[in-house]
């Protein structure tokens, strides 16, 4: 009897550590984002406004770092919940990205990716977590 307890226990206790040592980033990748050529043409109006990162790196990390992770690979805590990998803010892919569309992205939304407009409502704040989200490609 004390033999089938230890096996289910180590069993199950193997099958957990599979399941929290998944990486976020073996998930699958969603679809490419139909971005509105309204947000493919807008500029940052505060590119390159180093003040604003540190204010950026505030509100990332109370609205984003939970799923991106601290350095935005992410591998936040969170991430391990989603069907699709939440997106590598330090591969060159992202950096390239137009930052009218890290802005659609970032705020907008969709699937798994929520709006984030009335929980972020202030148009400057918005901007200093784009810079910040910049700053994870340097």
Same mark, same amino acid.
């Given at each position: 009897?004390?033999?089938?307890?230890?096996?289910?226990?180590?069993?199950?206790?193997?099958?957990? =550590? #599979?399941?929290?040592?998944?990486?976020?980033?073996?998930?699958?990748?969603?679809?490419?984002? /139909?971005? !509105?050529?309204?947000? @493919?043409?807008?500029?940052?109006?505060?590119?390159?406004?180093?003040?604003?990162?540190?204010?950026?790196? =505030? #509100?990332?990390?109370?609205?984003?770092?939970?799923?991106?992770?601290?350095?935005?690979?992410? /591998?936040? !805590?969170?991430?391990? @919940?989603?069907?699709?990998?939440?997106?590598?803010?330090?591969?060159?892919?992202?950096?390239?990205?137009?930052?009218?569309?890290?802005?659609?992205?970032?705020?907008?939304?969709?699937?798994?990716?929520?709006?984030?407009?009335?929980?972020?409502?202030?148009?400057?704040?918005?901007?200093?977590?784009?810079?910040?989200?910049?700053?994870?490609?340097?």
């Amino acid at each position: 009897m004390k033999k089938n307890m230890l096996s289910v226990l180590l069993v199950s206790f193997a099958a957990i =550590m #599979l399941m929290a040592f998944t990486a976020p980033q073996d998930k699958k990748k969603g679809e490419p984002w /139909d971005i !509105p050529e309204k947000y @493919q043409k807008m500029e940052n109006p505060h590119k390159g406004d180093k003040g604003m990162v540190r204010i950026g790196k =505030m #509100l990332y990390s109370k609205h984003c770092k939970s799923c991106h992770g601290n350095r935005g690979q992410g /591998d936040g !805590p969170r991430a391990r @919940q989603l069907e699709t990998f939440p997106g590598d803010f330090t591969s060159e892919e992202f950096q390239e990205r137009k930052a009218g569309v890290l802005y659609y992205q970032s705020f907008i939304g969709r699937d798994e990716m929520p709006n984030f407009e009335k929980e972020i409502p202030v148009e400057e704040d918005r901007w200093a977590i784009i810079n910040y989200l910049r700053t994870f490609g340097e």
